[in-house]
């Protein structure tokens, strides 16, 4: 019996001493005796790496064990693009109601508008500035506050735009500068105004109920809008 591999290189480069030593071991370890000359070969592999049967379950269906279940992520991408519709919908809708009210057109658009900040806002409808945020726009322009109130005579609503000009908003609302050099609109069925609040331009509507002794008719405007 050979006690010592072949003399050929052995496959993890055992030194002669080395694998005498692990010999001994062995033998005296298993009892085990050969029968006849044989060569033994020893193997082994670096334990730095992963062993295949191991690495192909860690990989299995191609998700590594350290990353998260496939489906947490899409169900938290999910749950934030629902949340962006939904805000984005409100977001339109506020933007219509504000616009259509602060047109001064109809009184309904007014009341439609009261109802929704009531319900989204718990608006007191008190003339109570209520900052607007997100993607808000009205008549084009981006404002920061809306104000309403009303009463037995009427109801008024108020929006600020901020950084921007009377001649600028008067422009995007159809506002002709009057005689007497005011931004001021007769609709038939209420007003507009641009006047400065605070540093800011304000562009109000404020419509008279039937029961006001105020009898608004459309008036003829002198000049162009912001001029």
């Not at 072949?6 to 071991?25: E, H, K, R, T």
């Not at 749950?79 to 057109?105: V, W």
């Not at 108020?158 to 000009?165: D, I, M, S």
């Not at 422009?171 to 006047?195: E, P, Q, W």
């Amino acid at each position: 019996m050979l006690a010592e591999p072949d003399q050929q290189d052995s496959p993890v480069g055992l030194d002669g001493v080395g694998s005498s030593n692990f010999m001994i071991q062995f033998f005296a370890e298993t009892g085990w005796k050969a029968t006849q000359t044989m060569n033994l070969w020893i193997t082994g592999y670096d334990s730095s790496e992963e062993p295949k049967n191991k690495r192909s379950a860690s990989t299995r269906n191609g998700h590594s064990s350290d990353e998260a279940s496939p489906g947490a992520p899409a169900d938290v991408e999910g749950k934030t693009a629902k949340m962006q519709r939904k805000q984005s919908s409100q977001e339109k809708r506020a933007s219509l109601l504000i616009q259509n009210a602060i047109k001064c057109n109809n009184p309904e658009s007014m009341e439609e508008l009261n109802a929704y900040l009531k319900n989204t806002e718990k608006y007191k409808m008190d003339g109570t500035p209520l900052p607007l945020s997100g993607d808000i726009t009205v008549l084009g322009l981006k404002p920061t506050t809306i104000a309403s109130s009303g009463d037995e005579d009427g109801m008024s609503v108020e929006v600020r735009f901020p950084g921007k000009t009377p001649k600028k908003v008067a422009k995007a609302a159809g506002i002709a500068r009057n005689r007497s050099g005011d931004y001021h609109k007769n609709t038939g069925i209420g007003y507009l105004n641009i006047v400065m609040a605070f540093g800011e331009v304000s562009l109000s509507c404020t419509y008279i109920t039937g029961d006001s002794e105020v009898e608004l008719q459309p008036s003829v405007e002198a000049g162009d809008p912001a001029n």
